[in-house]
């Protein structure tokens, strides 16, 4: 009898599931203790569509459906979806075509088949980023891309508290080379492959040459060649030579976020404070 009651307590539990919409997404498996859904649990335990993963002393596999494999470190929290995985406390490292991580309101995306990375959340409300294989876009809450993450490279975002700033934002210290197009609109395209339009004057002179560009994103401009941005430069920092195959220092802020890349020399400075043409279009 008891053990009929056990069975119909068992297919009661997986017709509450099914009548849900709960389906399994993938498994969790700790060298130790971890927490599934506030639950205690040891060794392994089966991961549905919202649930909240928390490691102690010991890191985390998490297997989820098509292939992918995420890596919660020691004393880390995040709550996992088919797609994505929230990052609350800690790091992740994770392997993937597509599967994107998110903290602190910024989305990492694989830009590659097969990349794989690392993030993790940083004293003094930071983000950090790592490539390890392949690449990664990152974008704000809208979807603005703010940089793109190469193979052996760490980008740092430093998040502002909520309503620390209204300003529209800052580029600073982008690096790459200048074009124009038939329109007479010209464009810085970063290393990592993000594309500006920049507003000043005299920017015939930089055309085709590498420059390390500063200065204000304008808000509510509508960017022309499928640029990221609209750039009001302030500053520009010429003729460079990249030393040891390393980027130069690369910084942005945006929307509240500020991000800082790794350290590079040789650039003379070109200080640009003559006054700005007014965007047109």
């Not at 494999?69 to 994770?94: A, F, P």
């Not at 609109?185 to 920017?203: A, F, P, R």
């Not at 130069?248 to 590079?264: F, I, K, N, R």
Request: net charge positive.
């Amino acid at each position: 009898m008891l053990r009929i009651l056990r069975i119909t307590a068992m297919l009661s539990c997986m017709l509450s599931y099914a009548v849900a919409g709960t389906v399994s997404i993938g498994t969790a498996s700790a060298r130790g203790d971890m927490r599934v859904d506030n639950y205690l649990v040891k060794g392994n335990a089966t991961l549905f569509d919202g649930s909240v993963v928390e490691t102690g002393q010991a890191t985390a596999d998490l297997r989820i459906n098509k292939g992918i494999e995420v890596t919660m470190s020691t004393s880390s929290r995040g709550t996992l979806y088919r797609n994505r995985l929230v990052l609350q406390q800690g790091e992740s490292e994770w392997s993937s075509n597509s599967f994107q991580l998110e903290a602190k309101g910024l989305r990492v995306t694989p830009n590659e088949p097969s990349s794989r990375g690392v993030v993790s959340l940083r004293s003094g409300n930071t983000v950090e980023v790592a490539a390890l294989k392949g690449s990664f876009g990152v974008t704000n809450a809208q979807g603005l891309l703010l940089t793109n993450v190469r193979t052996g490279h760490v980008v740092s975002f430093a998040i502002q508290a909520a309503g620390a700033s209204s300003t529209p934002g800052q580029v600073n210290g982008v690096v790459g080379i200048v074009s124009k197009d038939a329109r007479g609109n010209y464009y810085v395209t970063s290393e990592d492959g993000v594309k500006y339009q920049l507003i000043g004057n005299n920017l015939q002179k930089f055309v085709g040459q590498k420059i390390l560009v500063s200065g204000t994103v304008q808000a509510g401009v509508t960017p022309a060649g499928g640029a990221t941005a609209v750039v009001t430069v302030s500053s520009i920092s010429f003729n460079g030579v990249v030393a040891g195959g390393m980027m130069l220092s690369d910084t942005l802020v945006l929307g509240g976020t500020v991000g800082a890349a790794g350290a590079g020399a040789g650039y003379g400075v070109y200080e640009y404070n003559q006054p700005t043409a007014s965007a047109s279009y």
